[in-house]
């Protein structure tokens, strides 16, 4: 069974920088896109990045320049770099398959940028 596990937010102030992980378990991981989703208060989750099982990547327009999604698939591990962070990235942070499998989701890492 596949399980990711999402770390790596925290309190940072408007500008700051965080690193978010996901570990995964499970031998999958290699082949699969995966990416970062958010989920502001009361809204869906949306697709923040992704980054395919060959390297390329996608980013919403609004972490474009911003965030860098990366992998490494000897960890089973993708990482989301933030950058100049701003209030409205205030969010809980969850990585998934793109798209997501319903029975990945994990508890999240919550990210909360002060202004």
């Known amino acids: 069974q596949v399980q990711l596990v999402e770390s790596g937010g925290g309190l940072v102030q408007a500008g700051g920088s965080l690193r978010l992980s996901c570990a995964a378990s499970?031998?999958?991981?290699?082949?699969?896109?995966m990416g970062w989703y958010r989920q502001p208060p009361g809204k869906q989750r949306g697709l923040v990045a992704f980054?395919?099982?060959?390297?390329?990547?996608y980013y919403d327009d609004s972490v474009k320049g911003r965030f860098t999604i990366a992998r490494d698939n000897a960890k089973n591990t993708v990482f989301l770099q933030m950058n100049n962070l701003k209030p409205e990235d205030t969010d809980v942070y969850y990585c998934?398959?793109?798209?997501?499998?319903?029975?990945?989701w994990g508890q999240g890492t919550q990210v909360t940028v002060s202004s």
């Open positions: 499970g031998s999958i991981f290699s082949i699969k896109t």
């Open positions: 998934n398959t793109v798209p997501p499998t319903s029975n990945y």
């Open positions: 980054i395919t099982s060959g390297g390329s990547t």
